[in-house]
């Protein structure tokens, strides 16, 4: 039988970690949680910007962006070690740099790695290469939040890595142009997991070399109006079931209902690998069945309607796994928790980013009201619909 994988949204331990947010003059935002059983050391920037601020005709461009910043294989190449690795994703939404990396090298190579991004060269003979290297990329499969994007709100692969043709119009003026423009503090969230607070200011006193927005609009992205709430089977190794869409302010519901329903579908599909997930996506919580593998069994779709149907609270014995499951936790994955915390990063700043990231990691109440959850939505009763495989960005 799989782990819950509720991972770090549904906490673990009496001693919470230790929370520092603060938002820098130039309008950056840093988020940095410490707990002892954090072993290694992880960073995401988060860049609210990507393939949707692609100029017309030159689709791909904030994907070409990203290979370029990093210098591409050679550049890489430079930054990764056995103890340091680094790695970016681009999205219709955002862009967002990662790096992993041990404890006692986390700061030196945080500095650096910050200088590289912020800094960027955006040398003519990277850009070159990185428009080749993509041009040979075949399909991009990466994250669950892929998924979402491309299947529930239509964001194929081609609207971010573009056609042969809108990438040969893209110029080496229009990547600079573009990393000008949207490249700024104000549209940027660091958050770093596994370091001290004074370590990561040192870092950024450091690396970080982007100056203060101009008077350059920041436009809020919208969701799109076409977005979809329904039941959706993907010819990949993963299924996906949209639930419910829900407002950030239900985050705590969508925490409880997810582990609620997690248990009782794996208690009724003896057997079935599946996660149930709050993930953020365009200014909404997103409450997801992830099922591993084909859904060829109905009976897993029957069983997911009929859970959310008779969805009630935790009991008193569920509630009782999870903690125990969380209790029975050796180690903090730090790369999970910097990952949902940046996929909140993509949405909101400021207060509302800052005040919901405790919400990953306080246990569920049984007690929580969950009429909110069951009104949001209902699952679609018809038949799974199928799509074919695709993807979103490269994980390099």
Same mark, same amino acid.
């Given at each position: 039988?799989?782990?819950?994988?509720?991972?770090?949204?549904?906490?673990?331990?009496?001693?919470?970690?230790?929370?520092?947010?603060?938002?820098?003059?130039?309008?950056?935002?840093?988020?940095?949680?410490?707990?002892?059983?954090?072993? /290694?050391?992880?960073?995401?920037?988060?860049?609210?910007?990507?393939?949707?601020?692609?100029?017309?005709?030159?689709?791909?461009?904030?994907?070409?962006?990203?290979?370029?910043?990093?210098?591409?294989? #050679?550049?890489?190449?430079?930054?990764?070690?056995?103890?340091?690795?680094?790695?970016?994703?681009?999205?219709?939404?955002?862009?967002?740099?990662?790096?992993?990396?041990?404890?006692?090298?986390?700061?030196?190579?945080?500095?650096?790695?910050?200088?590289?991004?912020?800094?960027?060269?955006?040398?003519?003979?990277?850009?070159?290469?990185?428009?080749?290297?993509?041009?040979?990329?075949?399909?991009?499969?990466?994250? /669950?939040?892929?998924?979402?994007?491309?299947?529930?709100?239509?964001?194929?692969?081609?609207?971010?890595?573009?056609?042969?043709?809108?990438?040969?119009?893209?110029?080496?003026?229009?990547?600079?142009?573009?990393?000008? /423009?949207?490249?700024?503090?104000?549209?940027?969230?660091?958050?770093?997991?596994?370091?001290?607070?004074?370590?990561?200011?040192?870092?950024?006193?450091?690396?970080?070399?982007?100056?203060?927005?101009?008077?350059?609009?920041?436009?809020?992205?919208?969701?799109?109006?076409?977005?979809?709430?329904?039941?959706?089977?993907?010819?990949?190794?993963?299924?996906?079931?949209?639930?419910?869409?829900?407002?950030?302010?239900?985050?705590?519901?969508?925490?409880? #209902?997810?582990?609620?329903?997690?248990?009782?579908?794996?208690?009724?599909?003896?057997?079935?690998?599946?996660?149930?997930?709050?993930?953020?996506?365009?200014?909404?919580?997103?409450?997801?069945?992830?099922?591993?593998?084909?859904?060829?069994?109905?009976?897993?779709?029957?069983?997911?309607?009929?859970?959310?149907?008779?969805?009630?609270?935790?009991?008193?014995?569920?509630?009782?796994?999870?903690?125990?499951?969380?209790?029975?936790?050796?180690?903090?994955?730090?790369?999970?928790?910097?990952?949902?915390?940046?996929?909140?990063?993509?949405?909101?700043?400021?207060?509302?980013?800052?005040?919901?990231?405790?919400?990953?990691?306080?246990?569920?109440?049984?007690?929580?009201?969950?009429?909110?959850?069951?009104?949001?939505?209902?699952?679609?009763?018809?038949?799974?619909?199928?799509?074919?495989?695709?993807?979103?960005?490269?994980?390099?």
């Amino acid at each position: 039988m799989i782990a819950l994988g509720l991972a770090v949204a549904l906490s673990l331990s009496a001693a919470p970690p230790k929370l520092t947010t603060y938002t820098l003059p130039d309008g950056l935002d840093v988020v940095v949680v410490e707990h002892p059983k954090f072993t /290694r050391c992880s960073a995401r920037l988060v860049v609210r910007a990507g393939a949707a601020e692609d100029y017309p005709g030159k689709r791909g461009l904030a994907h070409i962006v990203e290979h370029t910043v990093l210098g591409g294989p #050679a550049g890489m190449a430079e930054l990764t070690s056995r103890t340091v690795s680094i790695n970016a994703l681009t999205s219709m939404t955002s862009t967002i740099y990662t790096l992993e990396a041990t404890k006692e090298r986390c700061e030196e190579e945080l500095t650096r790695y910050l200088g590289v991004v912020t800094d960027a060269k955006l040398r003519k003979s990277w850009f070159v290469n990185e428009k080749e290297v993509i041009a040979r990329e075949a399909f991009y499969f990466s994250s /669950r939040k892929a998924l979402i994007e491309t299947n529930l709100f239509g964001n194929s692969p081609e609207l971010i890595i573009g056609t042969q043709d809108s990438r040969d119009a893209v110029e080496l003026i229009d990547v600079r142009q573009f990393f000008q /423009r949207y490249y700024t503090p104000d549209r940027m969230t660091l958050v770093v997991t596994g370091l001290e607070p004074e370590a990561v200011a040192r870092a950024l006193d450091g690396g970080f070399r982007l100056l203060p927005a101009s008077l350059l609009s920041d436009e809020a992205h919208e969701a799109p109006a076409s977005m979809a709430v329904g039941t959706l089977s993907l010819d990949t190794p993963n299924t996906l079931a949209l639930v419910a869409s829900l407002d950030l302010s239900q985050l705590a519901a969508c925490r409880v #209902a997810a582990a609620a329903m997690q248990l009782r579908l794996l208690q009724s599909t003896r057997g079935a690998q599946l996660s149930v997930e709050c993930l953020p996506a365009y200014r909404r919580l997103l409450l997801v069945v992830v099922v591993a593998g084909q859904l060829d069994n109905p009976s897993v779709n029957e069983k997911t309607i009929e859970v959310w149907r008779a969805l009630k609270p935790l009991t008193k014995a569920e509630q009782a796994l999870v903690e125990q499951h969380f209790d029975a936790t050796d180690t903090w994955d730090a790369p999970e928790l910097a990952d949902r915390i940046s996929s909140m990063a993509v949405w909101y700043s400021g207060k509302s980013l800052f005040d919901s990231v405790p919400g990953w990691w306080l246990v569920p109440d049984a007690k929580t009201d969950l009429s909110g959850v069951r009104a949001a939505t209902q699952p679609r009763t018809s038949a799974v619909l199928k799509g074919k495989a695709t993807s979103s960005t490269p994980g390099r």
